[in-house]
């Protein structure tokens, strides 16, 4: 029996079969656990001869009567897909960069039985600061839905436990890079990575940054957010 059978009739025992019966006619649930393997196997990146990157984070597009039906299933049927996918990926030697997330959206432009994924690699990311640190900053990065506080002085970014943003993306260095916060003005400096940043799309050693700002490293975006105070 193959890894999908196992998926559709272990599904239709948590939910007692009322998925199954509701989509009948409809899109189904072993069609989405394809369709998300088939999206880590088209995108999977080399890490090394035994280990490829794939993503982490999908988002499944439904359309409003597929959507309908499945509001009731959701938090049952992603978890099932995402072990679904940790089983896959343990099969293919595939590398997650954090842990899976499945989201279930409503697109208007898609009639029943039709579904699209969309993908991304999305980099788990971790730091020392605390709620109170955030809150009182007058510059934060935003990385991957968190936010980390820049005080006047200086923070390092990178893959190694000695960084204090820390992000565990292949394609980043343990020391990666900096950003230096002087009164208003931010800036960034590469620290001798491997692969370098992009600021907003240009390949840069260093620059002063905006509001708005987009460094990337690695296949992560950090945005600098600085905030207006009262002078």
Known sequence: ?????RFEQRLE?????AFARAFRSAVQPVEIAAALQRECDNNAQILSRERRLVPNSFHVELAPSDMARLSPY?????SELSEQLHKHAEAQA????????????????????????????????????????????????EVN????????????????TEADLRINDPGVSRRHAEFRQNDRQVE???????????????????SLLDDG?????????LVVRIVETDV
Do not use: C, W
Not at 13 to 17: E, L, N
Not at 145 to 160: C, D, E, F, N
Not at 188 to 201: I, P, Q, Y
């Open 1 to 5: 029996m193959g890894g999908l059978q």
């Open 13 to 17: 025992s948590v939910i007692s079969g």
């Open 74 to 78: 959701d938090s049952a049927l992603a």
């Open 94 to 141: 595939y590398v997650f960069p954090g842990p899976i997330h499945i989201d279930f959206e409503e697109a208007a432009d898609l009639t029943t039985g039709r579904f699209r994924i969309r993908s991304k690699a999305e980099a788990s990311v971790s730091s020392d600061a605390t709620a109170t640190q955030v809150s009182r900053a007058t510059a934060f990065i």
């Open 145 to 160: 839905g968190s936010r980390h506080p820049l005080h006047l002085g200086s923070l390092v970014v990178g893959r190694g």
């Open 188 to 206: 960034v400096h590469d620290l001798g990575s491997t692969n370098g940043m992009l600021v907003n799309g240009q390949r840069m050693s260093s």
């Open 213 to 221: 700002a987009v460094v990337r490293v690695g296949t992560t975006d």
